[in-house]
Structures are given as structure tokens and as C-alpha cells.
């Protein structure tokens, strides 16, 4: 069973905006006290870190390229996860994975062995 389901992604000309929606589904499966983040995997490329939050929401993390054009967010309530993609070149364009850190209450990780629990990856193509 999926634990993880993503959606939003999609085909947006450069400049342009896209929010990423994932959701812990399964039974019992929780985000709350857990750091949870997002990568990214272009074609002949390895899976990068994009961004992760904290479990309190009090610290987050993004690489050096998405800094100032991506917002991740969090909603412990609704056991959700965000990502908002602004300003988007074509660079952008990848398949996108939410992801829970192993442990809780942790530091946020930037390496997918970090991570045991992904989603199932969502296209994000920016082109004109």
C-alpha cells in the first residue's frame, strides 16, 4: 500500500507556477514528528534534494538552486505536504518525490538514504 500519494505536477511554460500536494494515506501512517522533504530526478540523473521541513515546521531547508523560487510547507493536521514551485525554468523539469525521514524528530536530511517512505513521484515539465 501506497503510504505516500502525490498529485499536482504538470506542464507549465518558464516563469511560471505549480504546487506540489502530498498526502500520507495509509492506515496509521503519520508525517506528524517526522521530517519529511522532497527530491527530484531528472532523466540520466541521480535523485537530488530539493527541499525538506522539519517536524514543527521551524526549520526548513532548500538547495541552492530552488532557494527564493520554491516554498515547502506542511500541514500536520491534514497529514499533508506542499511544495510551491515559482519562477520555473526548464532545468525544473523532473520527476518529483515527497519522502519521510526514517527516523523522527531528526535533522533534516539532504540524502535519499535518509528516507524510507516515497511517494510515487509526480512530472514536473517546464518548457515553452
Known amino acids: 500500500q501506497l503510504q505516500l500519494v502525490q498529485s499536482g505536477g504538470g506542464l507549465v511554460q518558464p516563469g511560471g507556477s505549480l504546487r506540489l500536494s502530498c498526502a500520507a494515506s495509509a492506515d496509521g501512517f503519520t508525517l506528524d514528528y517526522y521530517t519529511v522533504g522532497w527530491f527530484r530526478q531528472a532523466p540520466g540523473k541521480e535523485r537530488e534534494f530539493v527541499s525538506g521541513?522539519?517536524?514543527?515546521?521551524?526549520?526548513?531547508d532548500y538547495a541552492r538552486s530552488v532557494k527564493g523560487r520554491f516554498t515547502i510547507s506542511r500541514d500536520n493536521v491534514k497529514n499533508m505536504l506542499y511544495l510551491q514551485l515559482n519562477s520555473l525554468k526548464p532545468e525544473d523539469t523532473a520527476v518529483y518525490y515527497c519522502a519521510r525521514q526514517i527516523r523522527p524528530i531528526v535533522a533534516i536530511a539532504t540524502t535519499p538514504d535518509a528516507y524510507d517512505s516515497w511517494g510515487q513521484g509526480t512530472q514536473v515539465t517546464v518548457s515553452s
Open positions: 521541513i522539519s517536524f514543527s515546521s521551524m526549520a526548513t
